[in-house]
């Protein structure tokens, strides 16, 4: 691959994990920009990058960058986006895609007209065994699906003292739980499954009613005492799914589980055999069979399916994680840039896809009736 010049605009934690992939990809961080000119420019020299950037119009006007990470709070991700594909930037943009189904909507029309490439890290594709199991389902041997059923649980705002601008709606947008990480795994299961949601029933509940006003901003520890907010978006939400084939399935969210600090957990029932993920366990993937016969799947370079086999860069009992999903999906992107047509990578697209998704759960939750997706 050519060796591409990028820009990351943003500077937190998953700012940082942009950078790693990137360089570990075989591309050079040319800037970085930041909510400030002050805080770009320690940045750039703590990551020891050429240029801090003034602000996203300074990024798309330098003619070395051709692909530009935004990584900024939700509200920000569509004028970012749009500037950096209206001056021929490639784009990996955070999700989710935009805070509303329109934005998402004209970003989706605007990358597809432009010929770019522009993708959105629906990065727990890339771990070894999910892709085992969307082999197997797509293989048949599962047989016809029964059921599909899940969770995705943290806990880092169950104590009151902390906040975050997630919280907020007008920087995350309207939905906080089910669009930051319900839309994973809806994203995930149906890329799985094969099969697309098209109805939904949702709940959503706000448990912490109010939170520090002076807390915690980040992934960190919490703040105590002082004034407090009151909060309008949910701690918790559940849904029911019917897809395309008929198929029930069930999610809960939520980021207040004590003790639940990234369980995304699904299983896939069919009539020939079950699949089960745990992403606190990604090296494994249970297979349930009938007659009450257990299988466990681990992953590794030396069986299963090509795209299991492709992704397990390191050997059995070397675990793989998070960081090497990351590493892949942007490893991807700058393939697909490259020219190369690489399996499974999630796009403005499948962004649209998430955000239609989050837009009817959402209603669905205010009418507390069944909603049709498509």
């Known amino acids: 691959m050519r060796k591409l010049e990028i820009a990351i605009v943003g500077t937190g934690m998953i700012a940082a994990v942009h950078r790693r992939a990137a360089l570990l990809a075989g591309a050079e961080v040319r800037g970085v920009a930041a909510s400030s000119p002050q805080r770009a420019q320690a940045v750039a020299q703590a990551w020891n990058v050429p240029r801090a950037y003034r602000d996203i119009d300074e990024v798309v ?27 021929g930037k490639h784009v990996i943009c955070e999700k989710p895609l935009a805070t509303t189904l329109d934005d998402a909507q004209a970003l989706a029309s605007l990358a597809a007209s432009s010929g770019l490439v522009a ?7 890339y771990h070894p065994v999910v892709r085992e199991a969307r082999a197997r389902i797509a293989a048949g041997d599962l047989g016809p699906l029964h059921l599909i ?20 709606p007008v920087l995350g947008g309207t939905s906080r739980v089910f669009a930051d990480i319900g839309s994973h795994w809806c994203d995930l299961v149906e890329w799985v499954s094969g099969e697309r949601f098209t109805e939904v029933s949702a709940a959503f509940a706000t448990v912490i009613a109010e939170r520090s006003a002076e807390g915690a901003q980040s992934f960190s520890t ?17 849904a029911m799914f019917r897809t395309s084939a008929g198929t029930l399935a069930s999610l809960t969210v939520s980021q207040v589980s004590a003790g639940r600090h990234n369980r995304l957990w699904f299983e896939i029932d069919g009539a020939k055999a079950s699949v089960a993920f745990n992403q606190e366990d990604p090296e494994r993937l249970w297979i349930g069979r009938p007659d009450q016969r257990e299988e466990t799947f681990v992953r590794g370079p030396g069986a299963g399916s090509a795209e299991q086999r492709r992704l397990s860069t390191l050997p059995p009992g070397h675990a793989q994680g998070y960081a090497q999903c990351f590493e892949a999906f942007v490893a991807d992107t700058y393939r697909a840039i490259d020219g190369e047509t690489p399996q499974g990578l999630p796009t403005f697209e499948d962004g649209l896809r998430s955000a239609r998704i989050v837009d009817r759960v959402i209603a669905s939750a205010r009418s507390r009736a069944w909603t049709t997706l498509e």
Do not use: I, K
């Not at 993708?119 to 594709?125: D, L």
């Not at 703040?223 to 939400?237: F, H, I, L, N, Y």
């Open 61 to 87: 006007a330098d003619p070395q960058v051709q692909v530009v990470h935004v990584c900024t709070p939700n509200h920000l991700h569509r004028p970012m986006a749009q500037a950096a594909l209206e001056a």
């Open 222 to 238: 919490p703040a105590a005492g002082g004034a407090t907010q009151a909060v309008s978006s949910e701690d918790v939400a559940m």
């Open 149 to 168: 059923h899940g969770s995705y649980l943290q806990d880092w705002l169950l104590d009151p003292a902390s906040n975050n601008w997630r919280v907020d």
């Open 119 to 125: 993708t959105v890290p629906f990065v727990y594709r």
